[in-house]
């Protein structure tokens, strides 16, 4: 589930939409409860810029957010309309809603519907509820009333199936309106049909996988569907009503731990195989690749795009512990030197994001990425106040593969160590200062062995 949410709630939008528009309502819904959780429990029910479900690991009710988003945000509510429109089923078949499709989404995991929307021609107005217990649709049949009101005329669509979320649970059996008289349902041609619909003049796609019955201006109508258990027959009687459509998280890469202890020391094993000092030769980058990794890149967000960030030498020093020890130094002088790139306000809106891109070899990516290396970064905060989170990915397919991790509390420097196959792109998202001082490659079997000479929290 880490990689079905995006971080802007707006795209987000676009996915459940995608997701409506093929009938995959039961994932559709299941994402909403992900993907909207963290500002709903953190920001008391705002809609929130950005947001991810793996921030309430980290954050509690009051905190800043990485990347300091808009903490109300009109452009990321577009969930409330989508509900409207897709579970209460409410659209506009001709512009304006001068024809109407209500159609609204029940099952075993959602038995209960209540929807309206104001139009140019008055409300339109549904309510449907399943008369029977939910965890009772195995054991028999279950009855949808619905009742609709529209002040135009238009359609009512109906699912020929009743979905639990992983499958069908139930087929329609029959359908009556108020008196008990029987409804013939309606294909989706006959539909189209009855409401003389074109390409050309349709506002919304009557929904393929529906059935349909009409709807007459101004007259409140009321339905009853009946369905027949579908299982019963091959003799399953399991309810998955709390089935989780999505497959747990799988993480591809490891976070190997998060080192508070070696400080400046730490590169003598971090960086055993190579590295990249970050301003570290007065302003100037120490570069020490290792074979396997082609290149190194680091970019500022910016507008209009992303950018090179500047280097900065904050100095040398013979015994700050924080510092990285200069291999450069004479006479078997211990000198120790820091540069860094990086940030110490809190401006927001992502301007002051850091993406560190690391890029493996050409050989590496031809045999699949079979080989694992391990990559650590080192972080000296100016101020105790410093604090961001790092989301990592894959550097092509941009998908998460190991935990959001909060960085916080590191004046003394801290090392953050992954392990991983492929090409990496490390997302610095500002919560109050970036400091990046190193990208360092060590060496696998020294972490899997234990043989490094620190303990790694």
């Known amino acids: 589930p880490v990689n079905l949410c995006s971080v802007s709630q707006f795209n987000q939008y676009w996915i459940l ?66 509900l409207s429109h897709y579970m209460g089923g409410i659209r506009p078949v001709l512009p304006g809603y001068e024809r109407v499709l209500v159609a609204p989404y029940f099952s075993e995991q959602y038995p209960t519907v209540k929807s309206s929307i104001l139009t140019p021609n008055g409300e ?59 409804v013939k349902p309606m294909t989706l041609e006959d539909a189209r049909a009855q409401l003389k619909l074109s390409r050309n003049n349709a506002s919304t796609t009557l929904p393929a996988d529906h059935l349909f019955a009409s709807l007459e201006a101004g007259v ?36 190997l731990g998060i080192d508070r202890l070696s400080r400046g020391n730490g590169l003598v094993n971090h960086g055993s195989a190579g590295y990249l000092l970050l301003g570290h030769d007065n302003g100037s980058d120490v570069v020490r690749l290792p074979s396997y990794i082609r290149n190194v890149s680091i970019w500022q967000h910016g507008y209009p795009g992303w ?56 050989s590496r990516a031809d045999d ?44 003394g420097g801290v090392w953050y160590t992954l392990q991983y196959n492929k090409s990496v792109r490390l997302r610095l998202s500002n919560i109050k200062g970036i400091r990046v001082s190193a990208i360092a490659f060590g060496k696998p079997d020294e972490y899997s062995t234990g043989r490094l000479d620190y303990t790694i929290e």
């Open 220 to 255: 409140h109508a009321n339905f009853t569907i009946h369905y027949r258990a579908m299982n019963i027959l091959n003799g399953d009687t399991t309810s998955d009503k709390n089935e989780n459509p999505f497959p747990d998280p799988y993480y591809p890469a490891k976070i």
């Open 368 to 411: 699949g990425g079979v080989s694992p290396y391990v990559l650590s970064v080192y972080f000296v905060a100016k101020s105790v106040d410093c604090k961001h989170v790092i989301r990592a990915m894959d550097l092509e397919s941009l998908n998460i593969i190991a935990p959001t991790t909060l960085m916080e509390d590191y004046t």
């Open 17 to 82: 939409q995608s997701y409506g528009n093929a009938g995959r309502m039961e994932q559709a819904l299941a994402s909403i409860k992900l993907c909207w959780k963290a500002p709903l429990e953190l920001g008391k029910g705002c809609f929130w810029e950005n947001s991810s479900p793996e921030w309430l690991a980290f954050l509690k009710e009051g905190d800043a957010a990485p990347g300091l988003p808009s903490y109300c945000h009109p452009w990321a509510s577009g969930v409330t309309a989508w």
């Open 307 to 362: 950018l090179q960030p500047q280097r900065e030498f904050i100095g040398s020093s013979l015994d700050d512990p924080t510092y990285l020890v200069d291999e450069k130094a004479a006479n078997g002088t211990t000198v120790r030197r820091l540069g860094m790139v990086g940030y110490d306000d809190s401006r927001g809106g992502q301007i002051n994001e850091l993406l560190l891109h690391i890029e493996t070899a050409a």
């Open 124 to 182: 339109v107005r549904v309510n449907a509820q399943l008369v029977e217990t939910p965890g009772k649709l195995l054991r028999g049949g279950v009855t949808v009333h619905v009742s609709v009101y529209s002040p135009v005329a238009g359609m009512f669509g109906f699912q020929p199936e009743l979905h639990g979320p992983g499958r069908p649970r139930a087929t329609l059996s029959a359908i009556h309106t108020r008196g008990n008289m029987m």
